[in-house]
């Protein structure tokens, strides 16, 4: 594909930014091969909804199930790999005087590829990397896999490990959103990128930046319900354009 168009209002709006905010969703890691949530799931799991599992309700009522179903995600993540958009914003981290990054994904992927190595990465729905006790709340990052089917469990309480990840109809982590809705505010550039804008409160955080005069740049080859309102529209793949908009930034 030839090189895009990159507005050069945009441009020239990065090079003199000092603060930038991006939120991720499901898209960017969608060239890594992560399913996004829109898309239907694959193989043995696909006569399940995300929505089914991904829930307190199934974990009580089926916790196997619902852990089996985390542990072949987690499976499928380990086999991906960062992809050039996820590079590229470990570039935007490296070079901006100013750079948080939101991302609703649980992958780990941009842990993988770097980022958060200077300012915070907030991780606004949790990570399927870290495991949690699911009465006591303590994280635990390795544990010892049952072969009953169920969930381990923690080794202090005896209950059940759950993903550390939210779940429908659970609150959000309190820090990170507080975190994710004070960088929103605050910033001269939000970046939406690969994300249907759709669930909330993440799908404010573009709002709130619009209300404080940021730029709001939506990267997504679909339109979404912020579209409309963003100040630009990159209609592209995460891992096609935001190596050229690093490109363009800091090599013109
Ligand atoms: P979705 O699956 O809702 O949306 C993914 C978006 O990425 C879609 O708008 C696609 O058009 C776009 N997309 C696909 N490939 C892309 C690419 N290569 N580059 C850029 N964009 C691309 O995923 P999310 O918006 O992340 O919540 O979903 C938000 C939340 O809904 C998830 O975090 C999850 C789910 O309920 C929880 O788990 C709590």
Redesign the pocket.
Known sequence: MDQPPLPLELIQKFKTASSVVALT????S??SGVP????AQTGLWSRYQ??EL?TPQAFRQNPGLVWEWYSWRRERISQAEPNP?HFALVEMEKRLPDFILIT???DGLHQRAGSGFRFPLIE??GNIQRSRCSVEDKIFHHWQQQDDGLPPRCPDCGEFLRPD????GEMLPRQALDSAQFAAAHCEIFLS???????EP?ASLPFIALRQKAVVVE????H?PLTSSANFHLP????FILPYLVRFIWET
Do not use: K
Not at 36 to 39: I, L, Q
Not at 236 to 239: F, M, R
């Open positions: 969703g499901a898209g960017i969608a060239e996004t949530f829109r898309d995300a929505e991904a958009a609703q994904n649980v606004l729905h990840v939210v779940w429908f990128i690969g994300t249907s804008a759709l669930v993440a990267i997504n080859p679909e979404t592209y793949a995460s891992g």
